[in-house]
């Protein structure tokens, strides 16, 4: 009786392991590639930027999860009371517009439809509009005339800072920045997002094609 039980206890840690073992990469299938994006509001790169980040988002949306930091080169004094922008006032309003909005709602799909259109406004003034073409309803006036704005431009400065950029924008892979990576993002987003993927996750066959 005593060997059966002892078989058995060896059978339920060798079943223990090998499930633990298949656990993380079941995991690392499922997961998506995160995408931290450094950006600023009238920064040029960041808008050339842009025009690679819609429709690579568009098209791989199921794939990837992007978080969109509106601040860049940008410094706060007094906590929040002050900010320094590196292409001005219209900037820091730009920036903390921008977050309000992404704040507003979790769909990364109305996020990225938003900023791109608004980085491509003539000026700030079209907020309400962009809002509207990603299908948004937020009251930007209050979020940018309180305390709530300036929490969250204090928030993307935490983010940008943990990255330290020399070159906006910045764009960080899995939370790890690889100067590389960042390099071929700006020849090449999505190259580079598509190389990522096929190392990440088991893309269907049509996908990044």
Partial sequence: MSKLITAFCILAVLISCILADESPREKRQAAKLHITLLYESLCPDSKNFMRQLGPVHQELEPYIDIELVPFGKSASEQSGALFHC????????????????????????????????????????????????AGLLTDVEYC?????????????????????????PTIVYNRVFDQQLQDQSLRNFRATVCYLLRQQIALPATVCQ
């Fill in 86 to 133: 590196q292409h001005g006032p219209a900037e820091c309003e730009g920036n903390r517009l921008q977050s309000c909005v992404i704040s507003s709602t979790q769909n990364q799909a109305a996020q990225v439809k938003f900023v791109v259109c608004q980085m491509f406004a003539s000026n700030h003034a079209n907020a309400d509009k962009c809002a509207s073409q």
């Fill in 144 to 168: 940018m005339k309180t305390p709530t704005g300036t929490k969250l431009q204090l928030d993307a400065e935490l983010i940008t800072k943990r990255y330290r950029p020399s070159f906006v």
